[in-house]
């Protein structure tokens, strides 16, 4: 089974970054990140990209 998930740093602290924490949880339950994508860079610096998990059923 694969997942797809949004990421942002959105300029918080990565420990605080709701995507992160979300990832960080599906790790905990066994899940594993097989691709890491980059979508964009906006003026601020903020950064955007997918993420792909996979876990065997």
């Known amino acids: ?3 797809l998930m949004y990421i942002n740093n959105d ?3 990565v420990n ?3 995507y ?3 990832i960080n949880d599906l790790l905990e339950e066994g899940w594993k990140i097989i691709k890491i994508s980059c979508a964009n860079v906006c ?3 903020d950064m955007g ?3 792909v ?3 065997k059923d």
């Open 49 to 51: 990209g997918f993420v």
């Open 20 to 22: 992160v924490k979300q």
């Open 11 to 13: 300029g918080s602290d």
């Open 16 to 18: 605080e970054n709701k």
């Open 1 to 3: 089974m694969q997942k």
């Open 43 to 45: 003026s601020e610096g």
């Open 53 to 55: 998990l996979e876990k």
